[in-house]
Antibody
C-alpha cells in the first residue's frame, strides 16, 4: 500500500520560506508525477504543482514566481518550497501521487495533510 | 485557466436517496475529469477517474458520466458514510489543474 507523509514546520513567519517534505513508502517513485495541493481552512482545493520522478516540474501560474518543487528518488522524497509567504498561504498542505496515463491524470494516493500557519 | 463549476454548492438528502452532483467546465476537457470525496479532517479520496471509471475499492453505488464540458456524479442509494464534501477536478489542461468549489452533502 502506497503511503505519503508530509513533514516540516507548522508555523512560518511572514516573508519567510515555507518548506515541506513528502516521504513516499510502499511503492516506487519511478514513472509517476508527484504533486502538492493546498486547502485554506474551510475552503476549496488549490493545485500548487507537480514534478515527474526525473525532475521536470510544472507549477500553477498563480504561484510560479514563489514555488520550487524538487524530488530525491534515492530518499523516496519530494519537497515544496514557497517563499515570501503571507497569511494568505495559511492552509493544510497535501502531497499526493499523480497517476498519468493516455486516458487519465488523477491523484490516487494522498498524504494526511499538514496545517501550516503563517504568523509572526 | 479552465474554470470548473459544481452545482449545487450544498445539498441535503436522506439515507437511501439518489443524489446527483453536476460539474461544468469552462472549456472542453474530454474525459479528463475526476471526482473526490473529502470528510472533515481527512484528505480527499479518489472516487471516479476519467469521468466514469470507478477507483478500486469504491462502492458501486457511486458512478460518473459525461464528456466535454458537462459531467455528473451519482450516488444511487445514499449511505450514512457518504455524507461528505465532493470535489470535481479537471486535468486536461495542466496549467493549471483546477478543482470545483465543492458540494457539501448533508443529512436531511
Amino acid at each position: 500500500q502506497v503511503q505519503l507523509q508530509e513533514s516540516g514546520p507548522g508555523l512560518v513567519k511572514p516573508s519567510e520560506t515555507l518548506s515541506l517534505t513528502c516521504t513516499v513508502s510502499g511503492g516506487p517513485m519511478t514513472n509517476y508525477y508527484w504533486t502538492w495541493i493546498r486547502q485554506p481552512p474551510g475552503k476549496g482545493l488549490e493545485w500548487i504543482g507537480y514534478i515527474f520522478y526525473t525532475g521536470s516540474p510544472n507549477y500553477n501560474p498563480s504561484l510560479k514566481s514563489r514555488v520550487t518543487i524538487s524530488v530525491d528518488t534515492s530518499k523516496n522524497q519530494f519537497s515544496l518550497k514557497l517563499n515570501s509567504v503571507t497569511a494568505a498561504d495559511t492552509a493544510v498542505y497535501y502531497c499526493a501521487r499523480n497517476r498519468v496515463t493516455m486516458t487519465t491524470s488523477n491523484f490516487d494516493y494522498w498524504g494526511q495533510g499538514m496545517l501550516v500557519t503563517v504568523s509572526s | 485557466d479552465i474554470q470548473v463549476t459544481q452545482s449545487p454548492s450544498s445539498l441535503s438528502a436522506s439515507v437511501g436517496d439518489r443524489v446527483t452532483i453536476t460539474c461544468r467546465a469552462s472549456q472542453r476537457v474530454s474525459t479528463f475529469l475526476n471526482w473526490y470525496q473529502q470528510k472533515p479532517g481527512k484528505p480527499p479520496k479518489l472516487l471516479i477517474y476519467a469521468a466514469s471509471s470507478l477507483q478500486t475499492g469504491v462502492p458501486s453505488r457511486f458512478s460518473g458520466s459525461g464528456s466535454g464540458t458537462d459531467f455528473t456524479l451519482t450516488i444511487s442509494s445514499l449511505q450514512p458514510e457518504d455524507f461528505a464534501t465532493y470535489f470535481c477536478q479537471q486535468t486536461f489542461n495542466t496549467s493549471p489543474i483546477t478543482f470545483g468549489q465543492g458540494t457539501r452533502l448533508e443529512i436531511k
